[in-house]
Nanobody, 125 residues
Framework: QVQLVESGGGLVQAGGSLRLSCAAS????????MGWFRQAPGKEREFVAAITGSGGNTYYADSVKGRFTISRDNAKNTVYLQMNGLKPEDTAVYYC??????????????????WGQGTQVTVSS
């Protein structure tokens, strides 16, 4: 069982930056791929970024490529999402998720086994 706790959300002006963190419990964090998803009001949850267990491979949604960076520190059991150049359309609840298949960067939410409670990101224009 893995428990995930996100932090770092908040209100920011367009063009600003935020860094989200997701702290995981357990001793096998490095064996899990990690992903970030988001859900805006009235919309379906969508994939943002993913990283393999080793951190060697990453994958991004086209909408955030070049602006967001996913990274992880396995010694701290934490995955990060650095968000630069934020836009109002980035406003959403952001969730981190853990995938026991640690070698892949899945963009499909049903492949993830554990989810955090989410953190709100609001970008004002």
């Amino acid at each position: 069982q893995v428990q995930l706790v996100e932090s770092g959300g908040g209100l920011v002006q367009a063009g600003g930056s935020l860094r989200l963190s997701c702290a995981a419990s357990g001793r096998t964090f490095s064996s899990y791929s990690m992903g970030w998803f988001r859900q805006a009001p009235g919309k379906e949850r969508e994939f943002v970024a993913a990283i393999t267990g080793s951190g060697g491979n990453t994958y991004y949604a086209d909408s955030v490529k070049g602006r967001f960076t996913i990274s992880r520190d396995n010694a701290k059991n934490t995955v990060y999402l650095q968000m630069n150049g934020l836009k109002p359309e980035d406003t959403a609840v952001y969730y981190c998720a853990a995938d026991r298949t640690g070698w892949r960067t899945s963009q499909t939410d049903r492949t993830y086994d554990y989810w955090g409670q989410g953190t709100q990101v609001t970008v004002s224009s």
